[in-house]
């Protein structure tokens, strides 16, 4: 599939894009993690990549969205937004993914691209401000990949979404993009109401044919004020996912993007291995987006590189999702991560200020961890590159449980 593959990337983008792509991106990307290899060698920790949720307002609401979507809106503003990028690229971080809410709501949003032409940026988007006019700067700028949610049919979508013609404006959005020759991508979070529409190969065809480059299955997270945990998926179907994803890699010429297994297919959780952590809207340090608690701030007075490093919060929810599960620890333990928070005595980051009582009122349930049906990559591209690249960097080897540790009992955890 490489060659088909390549064949796309040469003649459906913009080379200048694609430059920025494969430097910018891949080749800086590579460096930021042999230097994350090296700082935990060395005992330190700074995350190679950073997710910044720029804004918490959007247009949509979303089942299972765990942003206030609906409250006063909050955002970074730009100087704070360069500064921490600043500060990241001085650790070798070029990469960047722009969540919120709806990033293209925050009015800064294209400046922060043009004014880092060295970084590159993926955006996390329901497509709808991407207009002709957003596409042209995007493409001036040739930095960002727009990474546009579909989450259903058109009626499923409105649902799924809490508006009505969701879908359409969408693939305005998704229109605008490749008639640029952006670098676009499509995602999904995968749930009873969408998957057997859009894990098909029909979807699959389609998203090749409107000009998408590559796509991302997310799991479902049953989340927020409006969780709705009759849309989680259950281990067979999320098996059928990841079986889907393997097969795709190596049978069609689009990119498949996933943050949840290495090359033979064990499940990790990018949070406890340190890869990503998240910085919410309030600028507050948090170990993902949907754990939103924090004990440190972007507004700290002390560098950001020594706020990573010498987090607790962060160091302990490592350590203590490694020590339980290769897995998701909020789906899978969220009263493990209750008590965690307690015993930091972690703020709750969110203004409906429930984050606390939604974890206590979760039911455990089952991540992407399968220890028994793991799937290895079939594509050596996939292999090779995750091979090195992203993998659990040692994390699940002898974590040592906080919670255990304080309790007196034996330290390495009982996963
Ligand atoms: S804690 Fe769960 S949702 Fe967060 S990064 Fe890990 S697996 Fe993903």
């Given at each position: 599939m490489?060659?088909?593959?390549?064949k796309?990337l040469?003649?459906?983008?913009?080379?200048r894009?694609?430059w920025?792509?494969?430097?910018n991106?891949?080749?800086?990307?590579?460096?930021?993690?042999?230097?994350?290899?090296?700082?935990l060698?060395?005992?330190?920790f700074?995350?190679p990549?950073?997710?910044?949720s720029?804004?918490?307002?959007?247009?949509?609401?979303?089942?299972?969205?765990?942003?206030?979507v609906?409250?006063?809106?909050?955002?970074?503003?730009l100087d704070?937004?360069?500064?921490?990028?600043r500060?990241a690229?001085?650790m070798?971080?070029?990469f960047?993914?722009i969540?919120?809410g709806?990033?293209?709501?925050?009015?800064?949003?294209?400046?922060l691209f043009e004014?880092?032409?060295?970084?590159?940026f993926?955006v996390f988007?329901?497509?709808?401000?991407i207009t002709?006019?957003?596409?042209?700067?995007l493409?001036?700028?040739?930095?960002?990949t727009?990474l546009?949610?579909?989450?259903?049919t058109e009626?499923?979508?409105?649902?799924?979404?809490?508006?009505?013609?969701?879908?359409?404006?969408?693939?305005?959005?998704?229109?605008?993009?490749v008639?640029?020759?952006?670098?676009?991508?499509v995602?999904?979070?995968?749930?009873?109401?969408?998957?057997d529409?859009?894990?098909?190969e029909?979807?699959?065809?389609?998203?090749?044919?409107?000009?998408?480059?590559?796509?991302?299955?997310?799991?479902?997270?049953?989340?927020?004020p409006?969780?709705c945990?009759?849309?989680?998926?259950?281990?067979?179907?999320?098996r059928?996912?990841?079986?889907?994803?393997?097969?795709?890699?190596a049978?069609?010429?689009?990119?498949?993007?996933?943050?949840?297994y290495d090359?033979d297919?064990?499940?990790?959780?990018?949070?406890a291995?340190?890869?990503?952590?998240?910085?919410?809207?309030?600028?507050?340090l948090?170990?993902?987006?949907?754990?939103?608690?924090?004990?440190?701030?972007?507004y700290?007075?002390?560098?950001?590189a020594?706020?990573f490093?010498?987090?607790e919060?962060?160091?302990?929810?490592?350590?203590?999702?490694?020590?339980?599960t290769?897995?998701?620890?909020?789906?899978?333990?969220?009263?493990l991560?209750?008590?965690?928070?307690?015993?930091?005595?972690?703020?709750?980051?969110?203004?409906?200020?429930t984050?606390l009582?939604?974890l206590a009122?979760?039911?455990?349930?089952?991540?992407?961890?399968?220890?028994?049906?793991e799937?290895?990559?079939q594509?050596?591209?996939?292999?090779?590159a995750?091979?090195?690249?992203?993998?659990?960097?040692g994390?699940?080897?002898n974590p040592?449980?906080p919670?255990?540790?304080r309790?007196?009992?034996?330290?390495?955890?009982?996963r």
């Open positions: 490489l060659l088909p593959m390549a796309r040469l003649t459906e983008t913009d080379q894009l694609l920025k792509l494969a430097w991106f891949g080749f800086r990307g590579m460096q930021a993690i042999v230097k994350h290899k090296r700082r060698r060395r005992g330190e700074f995350p990549f950073l997710y910044l720029v804004i918490n307002s959007c247009n949509l609401r979303c089942q299972g969205c765990w942003v206030d609906a409250h006063p809106q909050e955002k970074i503003e704070a937004l360069s500064d921490v990028i500060q690229n001085a070798g971080n070029y960047f993914g969540v919120g709806e990033p293209f709501m925050h009015g800064q949003l294209l400046d004014a880092h032409p060295k970084c590159y993926q988007t329901n497509g709808h401000f002709l006019e957003v596409a042209r700067r493409r001036a700028a040739g930095n960002v727009p546009i949610s579909v989450e259903g009626t499923v979508s409105d649902t799924r979404r809490g508006r009505q013609g969701v879908l359409n404006r969408t693939l305005e959005g998704i229109q605008h993009a008639d640029q020759r952006l670098i676009t991508g995602c999904t979070s995968v749930c009873q109401s969408n998957i529409d859009l894990v098909s029909a979807w699959v065809d389609r998203l090749i044919e409107l000009g998408v480059l590559y796509m991302w299955y997310h799991t479902y997270r049953p989340m927020g409006d969780a945990p009759e849309l989680a998926l259950t281990p067979d179907q999320q059928r996912v990841r079986q889907f994803v393997v097969r795709t890699r049978t069609r010429p689009i990119g498949v993007v996933d943050a949840y090359a297919g064990q499940a990790l959780c990018p949070a291995t340190g890869f990503t952590h998240h910085i919410s809207p309030q600028g507050d948090e170990p993902c987006p949907i754990v939103q608690f924090a004990t440190e701030t972007i700290d007075p002390r560098p950001l020594e706020t490093n010498r987090s919060f962060l160091r302990d929810f490592r350590q203590l999702a490694a020590s339980h290769r897995g998701c620890i909020v789906l899978e333990r969220p009263d991560l209750q008590e965690l928070v307690v015993l930091h005595e972690a703020r709750d980051t969110t203004q409906r200020d984050a009582a939604e009122a979760m039911t455990p349930r089952p991540s992407q961890a399968d220890p028994e049906h799937i290895p990559e594509s050596w591209v996939y292999r090779l995750k091979k090195h690249f992203f993998n659990d960097f994390a699940y080897q040592i449980d919670l255990a540790a309790r007196g009992k034996s330290q390495v955890g009982e």
